[in-house]
């Protein structure tokens, strides 16, 4: 069985909002390359992988959280999976790859958003997306289009592309 760490600040994406997500995105993530920034609890990473996704990046700094996530691939044995410890906007500011599905998910209390939106477009395969959770409504910046969007008590969530 695996388990979720007891992280102070940790906000697992709530199960409704997940399968509403992965409603929007299709069954299967056959074949597609996930990103899942800021993991946290790995919810949506480990979803993707396990609807076929080819290959899930998390990155995740807190070290309990990171051990915990470390655990249920091993238990899981996600082979597709591979984790990184590292901040999230200092891995999208340095990672060259491209990827079809970005989730993101940053401290509800940071900077990072704006200046995420700004480097993840030069991280999307063509017809790729990003799925964000913010703690409050917010305007997306260009070139990013709002496909789909919803709101889950005080948890915003929508999906973008480029435009």
């Known amino acids: 069985m695996i388990s979720f760490p007891d992280v102070p600040g940790l906000r697992p994406t709530p199960d409704r909002v997940r399968e509403t997500l992965f409603n929007w995105l299709g069954q299967t993530l056959y074949g ?14 480990l979803e993707a992988a396990s609807r076929g996704a080819e290959q899930v990046v998390m990155v995740e700094l807190n070290s309990t959280a990171f051990r915990a996530l470390q655990d249920n691939i091993k238990k899981l044995g996600c082979a597709n999976v591979f984790l ?58 260009p070139p990013w289009q709002v496909v789909k969007s919803g709101k889950a008590g005080q948890v915003h969530y929508r999906l973008l592309k480029v435009t």
């Open 84 to 141: 990184r410890a590292q901040d999230g906007l200092e891995f999208a500011s340095r990672d060259n790859r491209r990827y079809d599905v970005i989730f993101l998910d940053p401290p509800f209390q940071s900077d990072y958003l704006p200046r995420l939106l700004e480097i993840l477009p030069q991280r999307l395969n063509e017809n790729g997306v990003v799925y964000v959770e913010s703690g409050g409504a917010i305007d997306m910046p």
């Open 32 to 45: 597609r390359t996930c990103l899942d920034l800021f993991a946290g609890s790995g919810a949506l990473g």
